[in-house]
């Protein structure tokens, strides 16, 4: 019968000093790595701010404000040069129509002392209609001219008729249509020139297109008729109010 092997044991010796010099390195150790932690945090918030520079931002800042102040500036500049401009053209346009009005009084004066090759007679200068207001009724102005006798008053009367569609059917008014009966017409006398006005009435749903001027002197002194586009008459602007 063969013998066991028998165990085997290690016996050492109880220290307890080593104990407690391992349980002090733990500690030193554990105590270390929080200084450790300390220090870094401390150096972390001691480091300069990254942020921009103050002096610099300030600067930025000042030629920000500056660059919107230019910019405003611009803007208001060229709202003015807009403005201008629109006041200069208005202006031009202004001054156009003046020329035109200009030229139209030249011709009529022109015409009013014979400055032409042949003198006329009685002659419509121009007529002028306007709607009054909330009515079917119509101001109408006739400008009359004469330098065939300048020495004398020319004297007659005037009729207008009108020219329009009613009902899809053409229409012409006559004076006694547009007077209430009134057959005797617009009385004029006047050496150089004269404006004569009046008042007509239009049916409803008539349109006008066209009025014509039959003025007729007593004693000779002669008649003519004008036609005259409705357009042009309710545009043309009325001669100035003085008898002669």
């Avoid at 919107?68 to 053209?89: G, H, I, N, P």
């Avoid at 009005?101 to 009685?122: H, I, K, N, P, Q």
């Amino acid at each position: 019968m063969s013998r066991s092997a028998s165990p085997r044991f290690i016996v050492q010796q109880h220290d307890p000093r080593a104990a407690r010099r391992r349980l002090l390195l733990v500690v030193v150790l554990w105590l270390g790595s929080l200084a450790l932690a300390a220090l870094a945090t401390w150096l972390l918030a001691q480091r300069p701010d990254t942020g921009p520079d103050p002096v610099e931002f300030e600067q930025a800042r000042t030629e920000n404000e500056a660059l919107k102040l230019r910019v405003a500036v611009l803007e208001r500049a060229d709202q003015v040069d807009r403005v201008a401009s629109s006041d200069l053209q208005q202006t031009l346009r202004e001054r156009e129509e003046e020329i035109a009005g200009l030229r139209t009084d030249l011709g009529f004066y022109s015409r009013l002392v014979g400055g032409g090759a042949r003198r006329e007679g009685l002659s419509v200068h121009s007529v002028h209609v306007e709607s009054v207001r909330d009515s079917s009724a119509w101001n109408v102005v006739v400008t009359l001219t004469q330098n065939m006798k300048r020495s004398q008053n020319s004297e007659g009367r005037v009729q207008i008729s009108i020219e329009g569609v009613a009902n899809g059917q053409l229409r012409n008014l006559t004076w006694i249509d547009l007077a209430a009966g009134d057959s005797a017409g617009l009385p004029f006398a006047f050496k150089y020139f004269q404006r004569v006005s009046g008042t007509v009435m239009l049916p409803a749903g008539f349109s006008p297109n066209r009025i014509k001027v039959v003025a007729e002197a007593t004693g000779g002194g002669g008649r003519v008729e004008q036609g005259f586009a409705w357009s042009e008459a309710q545009a043309a602007e009325e001669s100035s109010n003085v008898q002669q």
